[in-house]
């Protein structure tokens, strides 16, 4: 579903397309762009980080406190369902300040290795499409809006990032919904899924000598849901992982069977997929994801 919710006309686009004009000249200046969508009438939410990688928050659903995870990987928001209850719709989700009215959601046990999720909610690629959301997964911020940003406005804002030092590669909506993007492993093209709720970013272990990989043990252990369970992680040494115009040198990937998560097999609905772009290298590269616009914003990681 994509429907927008109502528009205040207060933020209306003649006072945005004034603004952009100034942000374009600042954004370099300022060193960063941490003002620029608040002043284009986004609202802005506040995340944390986890350990393990996870972008969340305490909200309010229905009046209640509960745990939040943003997941750019999640094709459906989720409720977590309480035991011996069917569930509850949710009239009013409140985030930060933020109220978003008469909210779809699925309301479904949530479980991870046998476990119940850590959290209650999972706000995933629908809500934040719907909400024309932004995810600065370096700065931890949720943005969203109540209608799109005017395209004139938009260009202004894109060429302020650009002058910040981000660079953009395009996202494609999958019919699942999912969002994928096109990469490089040691100059071997790759389709990856963008996923901020991954903990690591990560291949497909059968793709380790098409992109000249070579395993090593790790004492690391990841958790799939449902099913999926607890197992080992492998891990590669990557010497060149290229995501648009931006490169990465002497990283570290590690080495999955995707089709245990749905991926990177004949039968699977993102067959296609053969990696994933996962919370760790997102916040490495100060990442900045237009859900609406499904564009990937990255600045290049300098080594000192």
């Known amino acids: 579903m994509h429907s927008s919710l109502p528009w205040n006309a207060a933020r209306g686009s003649l ?18 762009v941490a003002d620029i969508f608040p002043r284009l009438g ?3 939410i506040e995340l944390r980080r986890t350990g393990e990688n996870h972008l969340f928050l305490f909200g309010q659903v229905n009046g209640h406190k509960r745990s939040c995870l943003v997941d750019t990987g999640w ?39 046998g476990q119940p999720a850590a959290f209650d909610v999972v706000l995933g690629l629908d809500f934040l499409r719907r909400n024309f959301a932004v995810l600065d997964c370096g700065r931890r911020r949720l943005f969203t809006r109540r209608a799109a940003l005017p395209d004139e406005a938009q260009r202004d804002l894109e060429a302020a990032l650009r002058g910040a030092g981000f660079r953009e590669i395009g996202l494609r909506l999958q019919p699942v919904p999912a969002l994928t993007l096109a990469a490089r492993v040691n100059g071997e093209p790759l389709e990856m ?11 497909d272990q059968r793709q380790c000598a098409r992109l000249k990989l070579k395993p ?89």
């Not at 004034?18 to 370099?28: D, E, K, P, S, T």
């Not at 995707?258 to 916040?283: R, Y």
């Open 193 to 203: 899924l963008l996923d901020s709720g991954a903990v690591w970013s990560c291949v």
């Open 75 to 113: 094709s459906l928001t989720t409720l977590q369902a309480e035991p011996h209850s069917p569930g509850t719709a949710v009239e009013t989700l409140k985030l930060g300040r933020t109220t978003f009215p008469n909210q779809p959601v699925r309301t479904e046990r949530i479980v991870f290795n």
């Open 42 to 44: 986004y609202d802005q």
């Open 216 to 304: 090593l043990a790790s004492a690391a252990r990841v958790t799939g849901a449902g099913k999926t369970g607890q197992r080992g992680v492998a891990v590669a040494e990557v010497r060149s992982l290229q995501l648009g115009e931006v490169e990465l040198k002497d990283s570290t990937l590690a080495l999955f069977d995707l089709a245990d998560w749905g991926f990177a097999a004949p039968d699977k609905a993102l067959s296609e997929v053969q990696g994933i772009l996962g919370g760790d290298l997102l916040a490495a590269t100060g990442a900045i994801i237009d859900l609406h616009r499904l564009k990937l914003w990255l600045q290049p990681v300098t080594r000192k």
């Open 15 to 32: 006072v945005v397309l004034l603004l952009v004009g100034r942000l374009a000249g600042q954004a370099a200046a300022v060193g960063g």
